[in-house]
């Protein structure tokens, strides 16, 4: 597959009251056209600091101070602008070099779109669902009057909103929470946008509605080849919509592979205790695992591997030297030093070979839906 | 079960808002008993009323129908002053947004001893629990001098924790205690929830939408929909039997981090137009030990054959 998105060695600095804050200390990511990729993370590890370099809305304070991004999505038609040149790949733009909020115009909205995390906040409570997507679509399509109005019906219709000629005259105030996600989700659309990036979509919602939101989400990415990145902190959700996922830490990639290699055979002791601390994994009356201690301070220069201090197998090499990429198959990766061939052989945590069995239908949690089997 | 001590004793417990044409039930028939040392969970969507049987519970909000019985003896309507206070000792919450509910002006010390205060217990009294309730949630004495914007989201949920510690209670009503927390905290805040509840013999309410986080947690689980009731049992048999269909559907939604099996998931949706409740009107039916569903007499029957067949 294309790339579409190409990040290469990406640092952001904070200014924050005469100090520097590194929250992202070299990122190397692809994002293929048409994928799903989920950036995995707690808070504070950089997950939503690297989406917004890509739409430009990087805090006031926050600068790329080294790096690229390069988006491949618009072909030729940015030329003449200083961050163009072509690789291997084809055309490119460097959306790290953009400075002024008109070059990203160009790019936010029409190719690249986000969704917010909270869609109680994030409508207008004084306009008319209706009128905020045929916003959208004056400003980045250019349509106007009747034109505008079909192909909002067309866009609510899309998102599964029912009786779309009545939702269109509609406040936000009376939608439920997961109907305004679909509106909002519904603008997003209606931009037409190559790159979709959701901001922790679902956390605001509830389970059902959860679900109901992600399955969406993945009929709009198979209906227009969107690409989508997603952002969370619940790896649960995660193995529903992501064909690959990235896991954070500490403002840099630790891992990153397909998600069945994620799931079925991590290799970092972070996503080893990320996937452990799932109440999913958990038994009722054993303690659940627990990761202890707090993200490193990134004031202070970090040593060696982030994670080493609370992770209780730490290495010596650790806490002294940046572990590098490890290749394990050509689609994983992960920066752990247990994956040099001096380590020491550590197996994972037994939780995650319990990943497998999870909902399986011999697993009493499916129980109920084998009962329907059987009644239909 | 039968034999064990019942703590809190809810009977057809309605809890209206507004007046007239405005009147709307939030919680229309809820009766459940919750048994010393045990956690009862209460799972439903947003609406659904779960937060509103907590807050009638602890006497936010008055019943309009029905009792409330702690330990035996009635706790709604008119209560004399000294009743009031020994149910505030005895009945305390923690909530569900950690950054919300401290006292942003407030120094810990204060946040957590406010409880305590106006009950004529002398200072150091005072001052001695406050620093044991904090050492219980694994938090330093010392913390006590500080502001509640000088903790994380984790350890703020520790101190909302102590705050309802410090009254010595013996039943806590946690809703959504865990939701707003990220995940490798959940996990933190759990342990140290099931850790107290050893230490201290509680009873927990846990109030969650959550069912991954239920399953792991709760004793028993209650389901409750638009006001309703519709399935309470057993964490183990709720899962292995669900019989009501919203029940089934909440199950069917939960994430589960196995990439295979999500893949081929399917979702149930749940459409209340499935009942028809006009002419059969359902009831509250003991399927098997300890297992209730709200069902018509044809449902019953139904969910009686399912019961068998597996």
């Known amino acids: 597959m294309a790339h579409i998105l190409s990040v290469r060695n990406l640092h952001v600095q904070f200014t924050l009251r005469g100090r520097k804050l590194h929250a992202l200390r070299g990122i190397d990511l692809d994002v293929e056209d048409g994928e799903s990729l989920a950036i995995v993370g707690e808070s504070g590890s950089g997950k939503s600091v690297l989406n917004k370099n890509f739409i430009g809305l990087l805090d006031q304070n926050g600068s790329v101070t080294d790096g690229e991004i390069r988006y491949y999505g618009m072909g030729d038609k940015?030329?003449?602008?200083?961050?163009?040149?072509?690789?291997?790949?084809?055309?490119?733009?460097?959306?790290?070099q953009f400075k002024k909020n008109e070059d990203w115009l160009r790019i936010r909205g029409s190719e690249i779109c986000m969704i917010p995390q909270d869609p109680m906040t994030s409508l207008n409570p004084l306009k008319t669902i209706g009128w905020q997507i045929a916003e959208a679509l004056m400003l980045h399509r250019g349509m106007k009057g009747k034109m505008a109005y079909e192909e909002t019906i067309r866009i609510l219709e899309d998102v599964r909103i029912d009786n779309p000629?009545?939702?269109?005259?509609?406040?936000?105030?009376?939608?439920?929470?997961?109907?305004r996600q679909r509106v909002v989700i519904a603008i997003a659309m209606a931009c037409n946008p190559r790159i979709l990036?959701?901001?922790?979509?679902?956390?605001?919602?509830?389970?059902?509605?959860?679900?109901?939101?992600?399955?969406?989400?993945?009929?709009?990415?198979?209906?227009?080849?969107?690409?989508?990145?997603?952002?969370t902190h619940d790896l649960g959700v995660v193995a529903n919509v992501a064909d690959r996922v990235a896991v954070m830490y500490a403002g840099d990639i630790i891992e990153i592979g397909l998600v069945n290699e994620i799931f079925y055979d991590p290799r970092h002791p972070y996503t080893w205790a990320l996937l452990s601390s799932l109440p999913q994994l958990g038994h009722r009356g054993e303690e659940l695992y627990a990761i202890q201690g707090t993200p490193p301070n990134l004031f202070k220069e970090v040593r060696g591997d982030a994670f080493a201090a609370r992770n209780p197998n730490a290495l010596v090499i650790d806490s002294l030297q940046q572990p590098p990429y490890f290749d394990i198959t050509p689609t994983h990766r992960a920066k752990t030093w247990l994956l040099d061939e001096r380590a020491p052989k550590m197996e994972a945590p037994k939780q995650i070979g319990k990943i497998r069995s999870l909902g399986h239908p011999s697993a009493p949690a499916d129980a109920g839906k084998e009962a329907e089997h059987a009644d239909a | 079960m039968q034999t064990r001590e019942t703590i809190l004793s809810v009977k057809g417990l309605q809890v209206a808002f507004g007046h007239g044409r405005n009147r709307f039930y939030a919680v229309k028939n809820a009766s459940f008993d919750i048994f010393k040392g045990e956690t009862f969970g209460i799972v439903g969507e947003s609406g659904s009323g779960k937060t509103t049987i907590g807050r009638a519970i602890i006497r936010v909000y008055p019943a309009t129908a029905g009792s409330i019985l702690f330990h035996g003896e009635e706790i709604t309507g008119r209560l004399p002053k000294s009743r009031r206070r020994d149910l505030t000792n005895q009945i305390q919450m923690i909530f569900q947004d950690p950054m919300a509910s401290l006292n942003e002006r407030a120094k810990i010390d204060y946040i957590v001893s406010e409880g305590l205060l106006g009950r004529g217990i002398p200072r150091e009294e005072v001052r001695e629990r406050v620093d044991q309730a904090l050492r219980d949630v694994g938090l330093l004495p010392e913390f006590a001098s500080r502001f509640p914007h000088e903790f994380s989201g984790g350890q703020r949920q520790r101190i909302g924790i102590a705050r309802a510690l410090v009254m010595n209670p013996e039943f806590i009503i946690a809703d959504e205690p865990i939701s707003a927390l990220d995940v490798s905290i959940r996990a933190q805040v759990l342990n140290l929830m099931s850790h107290l509840q050893r230490e201290h013999g509680l009873t927990y309410l846990f109030i969650s939408h959550d069912l991954s986080v239920m399953r792991f947690i709760c004793d028993r689980i209650a389901v409750i929909h638009k006001g309703d009731i519709v399935e309470m049992a057993d964490t183990e048999s709720l899962f292995a039997h669900p019989l009501h269909p919203y029940t089934r559907a909440l199950l069917s939604a939960i994430p589960q981090p196995n990439p295979e099996m999500e893949k081929h998931k399917r979702l149930e949706i749940y459409d209340p137009s499935c009942h028809h409740y006009e002419i059969d009107v359902p009831g509250w039916n003991e399927v098997e030990n300890g297992h209730w569903l709200r069902a018509n007499k044809q449902e019953l029957e139904k969910a009686l054959e399912m019961l068998q067949r597996s």
């Open chain 1, 165 to 179: 000629k009545r939702r269109y005259k509609q406040y936000p105030h009376e939608l439920s929470g997961g109907m």
């Open chain 1, 197 to 231: 990036i959701c901001d922790e979509p679902t956390t605001a919602l509830d389970v059902t509605i959860q679900a109901q939101v992600l399955h969406l989400l993945r009929e709009l990415k198979e209906k227009y080849n969107l690409t989508i990145i997603f952002i």
């Open chain 1, 78 to 96: 940015l030329r003449h602008y200083p961050g163009a040149g072509v690789d291997e790949n084809g055309s490119y733009i460097d959306l790290a």
